[in-house]
Structure formats: structure tokens, C-alpha cells
């Protein structure tokens, strides 16, 4: 049995699949999207010998395709996507092809941009194998590569023709990129759904330990979530922003530490305990919120604090100076999306840079 999610995009609308036997049904998925049409796999080189990799080139047909790319962020760059764009070239890939992505967020990311400019456009599916994958990147059409000034500043919006997410293939994923994903997950609650955050609260330890009721409810629902906030924005115009809880400050402590020693999530989660702690600075938002949530992020084994993240001391303006290379920031003036409360996020556009200064002082920055 699987789930169903529609993401209704004008044009570009499509569904999302969520079960246990997904990969399985391959084939049939092929025939009844795209029929005949010949396909290649981009993979990430670290599932070469995953059971569901191979299930997957054996269902698509043995003598599919399969372009492999070393696994880590330092992949998402202009260098990886000229060797993809070479490979696909030189295994006739045309206009009528299908991509599958199959991997975690660097890899859909990658994939799906290559997918987006390939002779001005081919289409593709998101097979993610991360928690972080399967509940974020691979919904929504962001595609991007990273640049020497920032993370995911090349890219496009290119959204999939399908989305394929069999939760087994989480089998093999080590605890602390099943972590980096929660730190996903209960963005989707604190940004607007405090009862899902509640939730969470109880069941948070069976997703981390793989538990598959909770783990196919959880992912559901941030699909659902997902795909409600890209069908009224796909552009990040508006509401989209709230997705990025948390990613100011959290892209740039991945920059900092040139996206070693610690994941996505933890970075988030450092950022989103931060955003939390600034509202109620501002006081928008209340002490007992802002305990809560903390709390849950001790007891799940998520960081909290930036020394956390890095050994070292980091200086406020530091952190601010990379801030402004984030791309919600407009003529040099950060944009934070903070919080009224849990479930309760908005974009504050009137972020004092002295004050921001100030108070990253007051909780551990130099
Ligand atoms: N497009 C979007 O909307 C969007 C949203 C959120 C994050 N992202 C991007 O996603 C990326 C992070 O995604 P991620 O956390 O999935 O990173 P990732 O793709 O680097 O995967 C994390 C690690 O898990 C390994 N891995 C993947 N699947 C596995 C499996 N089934 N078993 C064992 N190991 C496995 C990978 O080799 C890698 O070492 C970042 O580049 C971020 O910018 C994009
Ligand atoms: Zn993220």
C-alpha cells in the first residue's frame, strides 16, 4: 500500500508516492508515465551496492544507464554537472529521455538542474533516500548547485514529473543523517502546524529509530505540507520563505565550516533554536515556546548551541557578513524568518544588523 500526494502546479502538476514497496513497482510507474521513453539513473556512488539500487536498474531494465556521483555537498558544482551533462550526452540522451535521481538532496538537487538545462529542458523523477530528501528537497522543483559565494545560488526551478518515496530504502541511513532529516520534520511543525509539532514530541524517537508507521505518517504529512505551501507559491514569493526557518544563520555555519564536521540539519536545528531564541529577544514570542522546543531538541539528541558546531569561537559579524550572501537578503538587509510561537513562523523584513549583533554576543558568539 502507498500514499498518494498530488502537487498541483499549473502545468507542472504531479504526484508524490510514499510507501514501502516502491521501488519494486519501478517498472509499472515507467510504463504508465512515460511508457517506452528511455531512461538513465543518477546515483549517488555510495548506494552502488544498495539493494535498492540494484533493484531499481533491474526494474527499469538491465541494460539501463547509470551516471555515479561522488557523494557530499562538495558534488553540487559546476565541475560535477559538465561531467553529467558530457555523460549524458555520450549515452544519447535526448530530448524524449527520462532522469531518475536516485539519492539524497545533493543529488536531487544536482539531477534536477542538469535535468532543467539538458537540451533547455528533460524530464525527471526524485527517487530520495534521505529522511532529509524524501520530506524537503525532492517535492517542490528547487534545483542547484552550489557557488564560490554561496550555497545553492545556481539553479532554477524545475519541477519533477514524479516523485517516488520508498521508505525502506532508509534501511542503510546512518543515525545522524536520520537526525539531519528530523531537524526537517519539525520545521514543518513549527512554522504552521503546532499540532504536528505535538506529535512529534511523542513519536520523535520512532522516526529516528526507523520505526515505519511513524516514519510513513511523518513524511506524509511534511509531503502534504510541502506541497500545500509550493501550490500557492511555487516561486518563493511569499509563504515559501517559511520553509527556511532556521537556514539563515544555519547556511551560514555550513559556509563557515566549508559543509564538514556536522549535517544540514544540525545546522538548521542550531539556526532554528537561534531564530526561536531572537523572537522572544524581540519578544514576539514566549519564554515557555521557546523552552519547549529546546528541550525537544536536547532530548532527541539534535544541537542546540552554536559550540555545538564548532570548537572554536565564532565572531557575530562572522556570521552576519555570510548572512548577506543568503539570498533573502535584498539590498543588503537580512530577512529572518522568526516566530509568534510554535506553529506560528512569519518573514520579519526589519532585522537591525546592530541589534542582531548584539544579541549573538549574548548567547555565545564573539
Ligand atoms: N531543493 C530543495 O528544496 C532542498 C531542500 C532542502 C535541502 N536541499 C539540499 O539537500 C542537500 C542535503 O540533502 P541530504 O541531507 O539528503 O544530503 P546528501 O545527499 O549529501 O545525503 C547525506 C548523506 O547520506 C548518504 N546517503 C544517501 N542515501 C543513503 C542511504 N539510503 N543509505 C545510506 N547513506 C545514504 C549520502 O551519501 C550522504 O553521505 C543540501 O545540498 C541542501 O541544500 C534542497
Ligand atoms: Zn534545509
Known amino acids: 500500500m502507498s500514499k498518494v500526494i498530488k502537487v498541483n502546479i499549473k502545468d507542472n502538476s ?44 533491474k526494474k527499469l531494465g538491465k541494460n539501463t544507464n547509470s551516471i555515479a556521483v561522488p557523494s557530499g555537498e562538495n558534488s553540487k558544482s559546476i565541475e560535477t554537472l559538465s561531467i553529467i551533462y558530457n555523460k549524458l550526452f555520450s549515452s544519447n540522451i535526448d530530448r524524449d529521455s527520462v532522469i531518475y535521481a536516485f539519492g539524497g538532496g545533493v543529488i536531487g538537487d544536482l539531477s534536477g538542474f542538469a535535468a532543467a538545462t539538458y537540451m533547455r529542458g528533460i524530464d525527471y523523477v526524485q527517487v530520495p533516500t534521505t529522511l532529509l530528501s524524501q520530506i524537503d528537497s525532492s517535492v517542490g522543483g528547487k534545483t542547484a548547485i552550489n557557488s564560490s559565494f554561496g550555497k545553492n545560488l545556481i539553479g532554477s526551478f524545475y519541477q519533477p514529473k514524479l516523485v517516488l518515496i520508498d521508505i525502506n530504502t532508509l534501511d542503510s541511513l546512518p543515525k545522524k543523517q536520520m537526525l539531519s532529516g528530523y531537524a526537517e520534520m519539525i520545521k514543518y511543525g513549527l512554522i504552521k502546524d503546532k499540532k504536528f509539532y505535538l506529535w512529534l514530541e511523542k513519536n520523535g524517537k520512532n522516526i529516528i529509530n526507523k520505526s515505519k508507521k511513524e516514519l510513513e505518517y511523518g513524511i506524509y504529512t511534511c509531503c502534504k505540507s510541502k506541497a500545500n505551501i509550493v501550490t500557492k507559491d511555487e516561486k518563493e514569493k511569499g509563504q515559501r520563505a517559511l520553509l527556511n526557518l532556521g537556514h539563515t544563520f544555519g547556511h551560514a555555519f555550513e559556509r563557515l565550516s566549508n559543509f564538514t564536521n556536522f549535517t544540514h540539519g544540525e545546522a538548521i536545528a542550531v539556526g532554528t533554536i537561534i531564530a526561536f531564541k531572537y523572537s522572544y529577544e524581540l519578544n514576539l514570542c514566549k519564554e515557555n515556546e521557546l523552552k519547549r522546543v529546546y528541550n525537544h531538541f536536547k532530548e532527541i539528541k539534535l544541537p542546540y548551541e552554536i559550540n555545538h558546531l564548532f570548537k572554536k569561537n565564532i565572531k557575530a559579524t562572522q556570521i552576519i557578513n555570510l548572512m548577506k550572501l543568503d539570498k533573502k537578503t535584498v539590498n543588503n538587509i537580512i530577512n529572518l524568518i522568526l516566530v509568534k510561537g510554535i506553529g506560528e513562523a512569519f518573514i520579519c523584513h526589519q532585522i537591525n544588523e546592530k541589534h542582531l549583533n548584539n544579541f549573538l554576543k549574548k548567547i555565545g558568539f564573539q
Do not use: P, Q, T
Open 14 to 57: 504531479y504526484k508524490i508516492y510514499i510507501g514501502n514497496n516502491i521501488i519494486n513497482n519501478v517498472d509499472s510507474f515507467h510504463k504508465e508515465y512515460f511508457n517506452k521513453r528511455s531512461k538513465i539513473v543518477i546515483y549517488d556512488k555510495r548506494l552502488s551496492s544498495s539493494i535498492y539500487f540494484k533493484k531499481l536498474i
